[in-house]
């Protein structure tokens, strides 16, 4: 391999200095189109949809007590909305910003957004045959009469293609009996618990028609209704999780019937007098059919990278007013600027490549390739983990609690990950795939000439898709198998698209400010992976130690750029604080606190002993 050529240039240019002003219009405008695209007017409009729901983390309640919250905040913003959740579902824009915006202000709606829309709406609308037993149930759906989810793992593990729970055909009653046949067919977690709420699922399940398994698809029906549930079906409520309220359940399957147009066959996949009559493969019928529920993935995928903004917003305001020892704030410190400072590097380029692939996906004249998905899922929600953690201990004791958000936001991106099975899946598939593949994954428009540092990306990700096609696992430098090394492929491929995006919002903003400092976030972004995967390069010799030590100068150089502009970089998420009502996001937090004690006129001890009798009572 050859060694990528670093150009000579001073390791701090004058253009990275160049002073901004303050506040400048201009650049935040660009700042924010570079994260939130121009789609600007939707976002407002969201955005105060989802602010005047006044949902906030909780305190006192049980579990299920806040995730009965749910079902009423997903009604209010249906209705605030249009009043047609399907209109929402059908819209790309409008469901991406609505999930978005639920991870910021509504962390009780958004476990059930994409449910709903997504799977149990987007299910009927790609895969429905219009019958009028699925304009019913769409109906229902429409308006939040009842709650949409997908039942699809089971509690022997997702199983794909192998999934055990039947749907047996009877052609004599004109439809399908459920059933579980064993403790591992057991549909498992989905939300499913709250006795008060109507439920609407779609199942995925094993057809078996005439003694012939036809392979795994979706069926729509109703789980609970006025009534209760339907007959056959039993739900056992899970226990609490550490986050994320849901209503979870284990749900077992005992002769529950079903219509014949409950199946979701798509045009595909039709129930004829021999059983389903498809061109596709009966091992395949799954995959094609999950597919069109994929549109999921990426609303997570984007709901996790705002709530990565959102603590940002909080942290970097507590940082500037908090002076441990009345001297130097916390934004001033090293230890904490530098953090802060690759975490914002991290969550423009994954925020920026999330809404690019949106663009893609709303200007799909094809169907959307589901390897998008595949690759932003992970890396949207891998990195907005680690952005709240670093958020969660730069602001130690005060990020601890509820009432600063941020514990709610990282319970979130916790269920995002583990949507639909732990996400590294996802990377495993994508990455086979992206082996197979002739040429590498391209984002419209990339320029001809990427800066050296993509470059380097590019040719790692080039040299682990050659070596996992020809089986040598050994140049994934951490690999223990096939599928550890499409891991690695993956996460650098994502790794390289998310540079590559943040490059090019570089490259077309329209304010020079604001494209000093996208470039020295695409720096600071692509050389701490650089500097992560620092053994494979020098391995393969492309980081030598005149490299290393441009690497070590041009970084420190862009943080340094990006630490004197955090405010700057935090606008640029547009986020409104005064809706989250906490010290973290107070401009004056130690005010706040002495408002919540009972105000400054009266005796601590007597305010104390106030909101104690409060809240025994």
Not at 79 to 96: F, K, N, Q
Request: with cysteine; hydrophobic share 45%.
């Amino acid at each position: 391999m050859t060694t990528l050529d670093v150009p000579v240039v001073p390791v701090c240019p004058d253009s990275a200095h160049r002073p901004l002003t303050a506040p400048a219009d201009p650049t935040v405008e660009s700042l924010r189109t570079a994260i939130l695209g121009d789609s600007r007017a939707t976002h407002r409009r969201v955005r105060a949809a989802t602010i005047a729901l006044n949902d906030r983390p909780r305190s006192g309640l049980t579990s299920s007590a806040e995730a009965a919250l749910a079902p009423d905040l997903l009604r209010a913003t249906i209705a605030v909305l249009g009043g047609s959740a399907t209109a929402i579902a059908a819209d790309p824009r409008l469901r991406g910003a609505l999930c978005e915006w639920a991870a910021v202000y509504a962390p009780h709606l958004l476990p059930v957004l994409t449910g709903h829309l997504d799977l149990a709406i987007g299910a009927i609308t790609a895969l429905g045959n219009g019958s009028a037993y699925q304009r019913e149930l769409l109906a229902e759906l429409d308006t939040g009469e009842a709650i949409g989810l997908l039942l699809l793992t089971e509690l022997g593990g997702t199983n794909g293609a192998d999934q055990q729970t039947t749907a047996t055909w009877d052609g004599a009653r004109g439809g399908f009996w459920l059933d579980s046949p064993g403790t591992a067919s057991w549909k498992f977690m989905p939300n499913m618990a709250d006795p008060t709420t109507r439920k609407t699922g779609v199942v995925t399940a094993r057809l078996i028609a005439h003694g012939r398994d036809e392979g795994v698809l979706p069926f729509l029906l109703r789980l609970r209704t006025g009534q209760g549930l339907v007959p056959g079906l039993n739900v056992a409520p899970l226990p609490d999780k550490g986050w994320a309220p849901m209503d979870h359940a284990l749900i077992r399957f005992d002769a529950v019937f079903v219509p014949a147009d409950a199946l979701l066959g798509g045009r595909w996949a039709v129930l004829g007098a021999a059983g389903i009559e498809s061109e596709v493969p009966v091992r395949q019928r799954f995959h094609r059919a999950i597919t069109a529920l994929g549109e999921g993935r990426l609303d997570l995928a984007g709901a996790a990278a705002a709530g990565a903004r959102a603590a940002l917003a909080v942290t970097v305001n507590y940082a500037d007013q908090r002076r441990p020892g009345g001297r130097t704030s916390m934004a001033d410190r090293g230890t904490v600027r530098r953090d802060l400072v690759s975490a914002l590097a991290s969550t423009y380029a994954s925020s920026i490549l999330g809404r690019r692939i949106q663009d893609l996906r709303v200007a799909a004249a094809e169907p959307f390739s589901a390897l998008w998905s595949m690759l932003a899922k992970p890396l949207l929600a891998y990195t907005a983990h680690d952005v709240l953690l670093t958020c969660r201990q730069r602001s130690a004791a005060q990020g601890s609690l509820r009432t600063n958000w941020i514990i709610d936001w990282i319970g979130n991106t916790e269920g995002i990950i583990t949507a639909e099975g732990e996400s590294q899946l996802l990377w495993k598939q994508a990455g086979h795939l992206i082996a197979r593949a002739e040429t590498a994954l391209t984002l419209p428009a990339t320029p001809d000439l990427l800066p050296w540092y993509i470059r380097m990306l590019a040719e790692r990700e080039s040299a682990l898709a050659a070596a996992l096609r020809r089986g040598d696992i050994a140049v994934a430098s951490t690999a223990v198998d096939g599928d550890t090394a499409a891991v690695e492929l993956a996460a650098a491929t994502s790794e390289r698209l998310a540079a590559t995006a943040l490059f090019q919002a570089c490259v077309t903003a329209d304010d020079a400010s604001a494209r000093h400092l996208l470039e020295s976030a695409c720096v600071v972004y692509a050389l701490e992976r650089i500097r992560a995967h620092g053994t494979w390069f020098a391995a393969h010799g492309q980081l030598t130690p005149r490299h290393a030590h441009r690497v070590h100068e041009e970084l420190r150089c862009g943080i340094d750029h990006l630490g004197a502009h955090l405010n700057l970089l935090v606008d640029g998420f547009d986020i409104e604080l005064e809706p989250f009502d906490a010290p973290m996001a107070s401009p004056d937090y130690l005010r706040w606190w002495e408002t919540w004690a009972g105000g400054k006129t009266a005796p601590f001890g007597e305010a104390l002993r106030s909101i104690t009798g409060q809240v025994r009572a």
